[in-house]
């Protein structure tokens, strides 16, 4: 089950994704950590971030919506109160997401987490759909995320991964794009904007007026992104979005994912990642896959007959 990924040794290839699973510190009296690949941090930004106003999440058919707004405790506070308990679960990665309003933010995280000692990778969020300013801005450009990710990538002391914005006219553009400026590796997708109004309020249901989708509902276009992603660069992809089984991580990794996220099933089933975890295991000794790895970009497009 072990896999390479960015110059990463995972034990397998099943993580938490960030926003889902704090700060990993407080799963760890629920999740068994080492069993799992890794998991990715909260969104860290420069200083303390409070997040946007409530309602901030709903359940829509078949996921959720959110516009959480990134809220964290800010860099310094994680790499103090947070990162040291972490340090005793060698086995599961810890990969920091990092998020800034500006490059100069981007670069200030990245700055004061290379000094840290138990990081495994950077996540790049050039994606998040939550917030006024950064996130999703950097993502959508190829001028301004080829700036961000070149800079932080002179700067970064590790892997850097970028996570790519699934609200785009071209994914494997930005795809390359990240590619170009240096990405060791990407991830995909991050939730898609949407809307859910009450109708007898005719008022948004959320605060922020549009959240981010996630959950199962989004699978299908995940997965396609990710294929598209995965033949544009030759560089490895993370692919998350909707992954609630075994069986949908197993689609991920046909699809060209390297390693996987499970992120919104986490809500429902705070297990869920070891349990995807083992079940991936399961299913490869079913089906006489001696190394997991060789599941990867499988699909089969030929002509049936």
């Known amino acids: 089950m072990r896999v390479q990924f960015a110059g990463i040794q995972l034990e397998n290839p099943v993580l938490a994704a960030s926003g889902t699973f704090g700060y990993g510190v407080e799963f760890e009296d629920i999740v068994s950590l080492e069993k799992i690949g890794g998991f990715v941090t909260k ?14 999440i709903i359940e829509t058919a078949a996921g959720m919506m959110n516009a959480i707004g990134l809220q964290n405790i800010g860099v310094q506070a994680f790499i103090e109160n947070k990162l040291p308990a972490l340090r005793k679960y060698p086995k ?56 961000l990710v070149w800079r932080s990538k002179q ?18 553009t930005m795809a390359k794009c990240a590619e170009n400026a240096g990405a060791d590796a990407i991830s995909l997708v991050n939730t898609f904007v ?43 992809v993370m692919g998350l979005g909707g992954i609630t089984t075994p069986e949908d991580a197993v689609e991920f990794l046909i699809a060209g994912a390297t390693v996987v996220q499970v992120g919104t099933a986490s809500y429902a089933d705070p297990r869920a990642v070891e349990r ?3 079940g991936l295991e399961s299913w490869c000794t079913r089906h006489h896959i001696e190394k997991v790895g060789d599941l990867t970009g499988t699909l089969n497009i030929s002509p049936q007959t």
């Not at 920091?96 to 790049?124: K, M, W």
């Not at 970064?156 to 699934?166: E, G, N």
Request: charged share 20%.
């Open 43 to 56: 969104g860290l930004s420069r200083e303390p971030m409070a997040g946007n106003q409530a309602p901030r």
């Open 92 to 147: 599961c990665a810890v990969i920091v997401n990092v998020f800034g309003s500006t490059v100069a933010d981007y670069l200030e995280v990245i700055r004061q987490l290379n000094d840290a000692e138990g990081i495994a990778a950077y996540e790049l969020n050039a994606s998040c759909p939550n917030t006024n300013h950064g996130g999703m801005a950097f993502g959508t450009d190829t001028m301004t995320l080829d700036e």
């Open 155 to 172: 700067l970064a002391q590790r892997p850097l991964i970028v996570k790519l914005s699934p609200n785009v006219t071209s994914i494997p």
């Open 194 to 236: 949407a809307l859910s109004i009450d109708i007898e309020t005719r008022r948004p249901r959320i605060a922020n007026v549009t959240g981010g989708l996630s959950g199962p509902a989004i699978k299908p276009i995940a997965v396609r992104m990710v294929w598209e992603a995965s033949r544009a660069v030759q560089i490895p």
């Open 276 to 278: 995807i975890a083992k």
